[in-house]
């Protein structure tokens, strides 16, 4: 005798068992995960800062190609916060491109972007002799 599983309403019934082997596929693989990032403007620069607990310094790099800065860490360690991760910003134009600094602690990789100043734009006076 095969014993099934009966719903007075059909609907519910098959969303049930839709429910319940979608929450299975959920089993020991562990979802992929975005770090967290947050975006700040200080008078004279701009900063943002990742999350990115796990990774090593050498296990992270940046590029930076025009204004698009590419952040791009790569782990086969368990404790990373996941194998790979790589997001690309693009940045204001305002940004000096030498003025660029990163810093990893404990897990934050914080990056200082420097803004041009008026002069840094090409604008310069002129002197009339």
Not at 6 to 18: K, P, Q, V
Not at 113 to 122: A, F, R, S
Request: avoid cysteine; hydrophobic fraction near 35%.
């Amino acid at each position: 005798m095969n014993l099934t599983h009966s719903a007075s309403n059909r609907l519910l019934g098959n969303l049930d068992e839709f429910l319940s082997q979608t929450l299975r596929s959920f089993g020991p693989v562990a979802a992929a995960r975005a770090p967290g990032a947050y975006r700040y403007e200080e008078k004279d620069s701009y900063r943002l800062r990742l999350d990115l607990p796990g990774f090593t310094r050498e296990e992270i790099s940046l590029s930076l190609e025009k204004r698009d800065l590419t952040v791009t860490a790569k782990s086969e360690r368990e404790e990373a916060f996941q194998g790979t991760f790589e997001r690309t910003y693009t940045l204001p134009e305002d940004v000096d491109p030498e003025g660029i600094h990163a810093q990893l602690d404990h897990g934050v990789l914080d990056l200082t972007l420097k803004k041009l100043t008026p002069t840094d734009h090409g604008i310069r006076t002129i002197e009339i002799v």
